[in-house]
């Protein structure tokens, strides 16, 4: 089984900017399913339902929800067995607690990490 730790959060202001990482670790067998899953980026800010940010594929392909294209960028260094997201831009809407997992959850969805806090002020 993956484990999965997400860092890079702070406190930043409107414009601002923040890398977050997503490091898998587990058995070879496991980091190697993750490095050819299609991974996700969640948020989920309070009061308020976990939503997909942005996804890729193993072969780079990328998606975007309507709230952050043009501002954020997913990557993933299958070398480092880490994803990234590239945030610039940052609103104070953007604050949220985020996650990483899945592109797409269910049963094969992996254990959810303790996330990194995104604290945007205006």
């Known amino acids: 089984q993956v484990q999965l730790v997400e860092s890079g959060g702070g406190l930043v202001q409107t414009g601002g900017s923040l890398r977050l990482s997503c490091a898998a670790s587990g058995s070879i067998f496991a980091v190697s399913a993750f490095n050819i899953a299609a991974m996700g980026w969640y948020r989920q800010a309070p009061g308020k339902q976990r939503e997909l940010l942005a996804s890729?594929?193993?072969?780079?392909?990328?998606n975007y929800a309507d709230s952050v294209k043009g501002r954020f960028t997913i990557s993933r260094d299958i070398a480092e067995n880490t994803m990234y997201l590239q945030m610039n831009s940052l609103k104070p809407e953007d604050t949220a607690v985020y996650y990483c997992?899945?592109?797409?959850?269910?049963?094969?969805?992996?254990?959810w990490g303790r996330g990194t806090q995104v604290t945007v002020s205006s």
């Open positions: 890729i594929t193993r072969t780079a392909s990328t």
């Open positions: 997992n899945r592109a797409s959850l269910g049963p094969n969805s992996y254990p």
